[in-house]
């Protein structure tokens, strides 16, 4: 069975980290480019980090979002099938439940974070950040 599972989301602190994973089963994530999203509640789907797969032209370049640049970190480590989001400094506008999805073509589109291309989503983690 092909899918996707998010995990280590949880309650958090402001200024706490969490480290979110992307696990996949039934395939291989190496090929894909992997995006994050998150949806709050009463809001629409928010566009958070983008990886490219590792032999994308230009290497495996990566995106985020405005608001978490210099605080998320996304990265993949393709021997264990896993793609991670890494949260630093976390804020309560941070909170919400995150997905992850995968891209067949590899590459993050200039428009990856409407989430148009990506086939295959998680059913999500949720992260809360409150005091």
């Known amino acids: 069975q092909v899918q996707l599972v998010e995990s280590g989301g949880g309650l958090v602190q402001p200024g706490g980290s969490l480290r979110l994973s992307c696990a996949a089963s039934g395939f291989s994530l190496d090929s894909y480019a992997i995006g994050w999203w998150r949806q709050a509640p009463g809001k629409e789907r928010e566009g958070v980090s983008c990886i490219n797969n590792p032999w994308s032209v230009g290497g495996q370049a990566s995106y985020y979002t405005d608001s978490v640049k210099g605080r998320f970190t996304i990265s993949r480590d393709n021997s264990q099938n896993t793609v991670y989001l890494q949260m630093d400094n976390l804020s309560p506008e941070d909170t919400g439940i995150y997905y992850c999805?995968?891209?067949?073509?590899?590459?993050?589109?200039?428009?990856?974070?409407?989430?148009w291309g990506f086939g295959t989503w998680g059913r999500g983690t949720q992260v809360t950040v409150t005091a």
């Open positions: 999805a995968t891209d067949q073509t590899g590459y993050c589109s200039h428009q990856w974070y409407n989430g």
